[in-house]
């Protein structure tokens, strides 16, 4: 019996935190995920792969899928557009597939208003001071992407905690990917996962002498 839905979890968190080194990680782990690859218009970084890490488009691509309503989400970030694509994340949770999303804070609130059972969890730095060190650390952004992200960041903290539903302090990537995978066990179990699960044992309670 496995008619349960699957549970979809966001991860956003200020640029260079360790979003996508975490959850590199958390697959590690835990191979029963399914990772949606965003769509964006940013420029490749080296050793990024189409198709894995992201479907690079162009900005006509782009706006033609959201015209043609094949975004779940999708948002402006730093001056390039990236989304969620839908069918693929739709199809996994009506299988009962765990899906886990990397987006920035507009597109987990549009994510949270379509489907309110998401979860929602935030990955904070130990520091301000760690958080720059990583952004130009990871030497992907030149100095005038790095100083954009960083203001992105300082207004990204200030909203987040309202809508998320889980801060992770990202110190160690092993503990940071170790309490997500925590937090996803949690929520198969929650009362909108099991809801099928739940219908049919009333069913058969019923049916019972
Ligand atoms: P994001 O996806 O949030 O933008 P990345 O995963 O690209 O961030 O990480 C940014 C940089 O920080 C990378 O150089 C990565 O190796 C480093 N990093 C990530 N997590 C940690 C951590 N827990 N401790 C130290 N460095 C980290
Ligand atoms: P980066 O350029 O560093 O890969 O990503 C920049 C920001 O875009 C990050 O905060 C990341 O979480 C976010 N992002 C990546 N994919 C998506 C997406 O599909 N939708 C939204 N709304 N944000 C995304």
Same mark, same amino acid.
């Given at each position: 019996?496995?008619?349960?839905?699957?549970?979809? +979890?966001?991860? /956003?968190?200020?640029?260079?935190?360790?979003?996508?080194?975490?959850?590199?990680?958390?697959? $590690?782990?835990?191979?029963?995920?399914?990772? /949606?690859?965003?769509?964006? +218009?940013?420029?490749?970084?080296?050793?990024?792969?189409?198709? =894995?890490?992201?479907?690079? #488009?162009?900005?006509?691509?782009?706006?033609?899928?959201?015209?043609?309503?094949?975004?779940?989400?999708?948002?402006?970030?730093?001056?390039?557009?990236?989304? +969620?694509?839908?069918?693929?994340?739709? &199809?996994?949770?009506?299988?009962?597939?765990?899906?886990?999303?990397?987006?920035?804070? &507009?597109?987990? #609130?549009?994510?949270?208003?379509?489907?309110?059972?998401?979860? !929602? =969890?935030? !990955?904070?730095?130990?520091?301000? %001071?760690?958080?720059? @060190? @990583? *952004?130009?650390?990871?030497?992907? %952004?030149?100095? %005038?992407?790095?100083?954009? @992200? !960083?203001? +992105?960041?300082? *207004?990204?903290?200030?909203?987040?905690?309202? *809508?998320?539903?889980?801060?992770? =302090?990202?110190? !160690?990537?092993?503990?940071?990917?170790?309490?997500?995978?925590?937090?996803? $066990?949690?929520? @198969?179990?929650?009362?909108?996962?099991? &809801?099928?699960? *739940?219908? &049919?044992?009333?069913? $058969?309670?019923?049916?019972?002498?």
């Amino acid at each position: 019996m496995n008619n349960r839905r699957g549970v979809l +979890t966001v991860i /956003s968190g200020p640029s260079g935190v360790g979003k996508g080194t975490v959850i590199k990680r958390l697959f $590690e782990i835990e191979d029963n995920l399914y990772f /949606s690859v965003s769509a964006t +218009t940013r420029k490749p970084r080296p050793g990024e792969i189409d198709g =894995v890490h992201y479907s690079f #488009k162009t900005k006509e691509e782009f706006e033609h899928d959201i015209e043609t309503g094949e975004m779940l989400e999708y948002a402006v970030f730093n001056g390039n557009y990236y989304g +969620t694509p839908k069918s693929a994340v739709e &199809q996994c949770l009506s299988e009962g597939k765990d899906v886990v999303l990397d987006i920035e804070i &507009q597109g987990a #609130k549009n994510v949270k208003k379509m489907m309110p059972e998401s979860a !929602l =969890v935030y !990955l904070l730095p130990p520091d301000i %001071e760690e958080l720059k @060190r @990583r *952004l130009v650390g990871r030497n992907t %952004e030149d100095a %005038e992407t790095i100083a954009g @992200r !960083l203001h +992105t960041a300082r *207004l990204e903290l200030n909203e987040a905690p309202e *809508l998320y539903d889980y801060f992770i =302090v990202n110190d !160690l990537v092993d503990n940071a990917a170790i309490k997500i995978k925590d937090i996803i $066990e949690g929520e @198969r179990c929650s009362k909108t996962a099991m &809801q099928e699960v *739940l219908k &049919q044992i009333l069913e $058969e309670a019923e049916n019972l002498a």
